[in-house]
């Protein structure tokens, strides 16, 4: 059915953090720290107030040790008064496009004009889990368990980290290594040219570390960008999930720290505060399965979106897969039939980080303001999730008066 008439909510800002790299700048920072400076950017940016927020969702992946429902601190931090409810999402990698989608839902439905969306993380900070403590071990050693690998990045179905998952279905698709190694590259070298452009700092608000002496030092950009990575350079890894496998820590996203988020109103809303938005919000496409494997889920639940939005994938002018591997980034846009030079035209998690709860909401951002920078069109955000599924997520910019 297509969507191309139905009343549309619209994206009037976003901000995000900086990425840290695990145990970098951002370790001591929880994910509700981070989701909160994320908030407070991006009502700034809107130019609305915290009291004139109806709802919160925010997505989080690792949530061991968090404490109850954190989007609801995390809103608190961002200045959203105590009166405003939140909720806390998980969908694995999808959870921050999820909450965009949920926001747009609900306003279209006519239960909230002006929704606070997005995503956070502190993979660093995901605890270690002692099994069966309370129940006690009777006899011999007991041993702890990482919440990040167990609940983040492992399949639910057979508990295999999701690399070893990917690799084991990358045989289905002819992926070389070679070609694995090169688009991971080109995310770090065009992450790299974007970051000496300035077009992240149109996305980024600074993070403020505390200092033992003196002033907060401003942490204002992503840590895992490695500007002279090549090709070359990637195949001197050895492979990390099979002895003769393709897939390097090279050629994987990195585990990462921060937050994203969107303030998502009613175009009527907009335009009653006098509020240009940046993007309008489009057709949702979900998918899942056959199996638990990652590669095409991401185009598929493009193809879904665009299906239901009325059009062709291939008027597209700018598409964000999440670079959960590299093998997904080639893969869906292969399966896609698009233009490679249209898919993450300033590089994407393999290079900037993916912090697992943030990420959804990080792409859906990027495409925003990418159109933005084009003069408008219109575009696709969309990634893999653990378990086997898929979102995706049209945006329309129109081109300027």
Known sequence: MSQSNRPRSVIVSGARTPMGRLLGSLKDFSAADLGGVAIKAALERAGISGDQVDYVIMGQVIQAGAGQNPARPAAVAGGIPMSVPSLTINKVCLSGLSAIAMADQLIRAGEFDVVVAGGMESMTQAPHLLANSRTGTKFGDTKLVD?????????????????????????????????????????????????????????????????????????????????????????????????????????????????????????????????????????????????????????????????????????????????AFAAVGIVSTRELGIDPEKVNPNGGAIALGHPVGMSGARVVLDVALELRRRGGGVGAAALCGGGGQGDALILHVPAPA
Do not use: W
Request: aromatic share 4%; proline share 5%; hydrophobic share 40%.
């Open 147 to 323: 919440s990040m690998a167990h609940d983040g990045l492992s399949d639910t179905f057979d508990q295999v980290a999701m690399g070893e998952l990917t690799e084991k279905a990358n045989s289905r698709y002819d992926l070389t290594r070679e070609e694995q190694d090169e688009f991971a590259a080109a995310s770090h070298q065009k992450a790299a040219r974007a970051h000496k452009d300035g077009i992240f700092a149109e996305a980024i608000t600074p993070v403020l570390i505390p200092q033992r002496k003196g002033d907060p030092i401003e942490f204002t950009d992503d840590e895992g960008i490695r500007p002279d990575t090549t090709a070359a350079s990637l195949a001197k890894l050895k492979p990390a999930f099979a002895k003769d496998g393709t897939i390097t820590a090279g050629s994987a996203s990195q585990i990462s720290d921060g937050a994203c988020a969107v303030v998502v109103m009613s175009a009527a809303k907009a335009a009653e505060l006098g509020i240009t938005p940046i993007a309008e919000i489009g057709a949702h496409g979900v998918v899942a399965g056959p199996d638990a494997t990652l590669q095409t889920q991401p185009s598929r639940a493009v193809q879904k979106a665009c299906a239901r939005e009325g059009i062709d994938p291939k008027e597209l002018d700018v598409v964000e897969f999440n670079e």
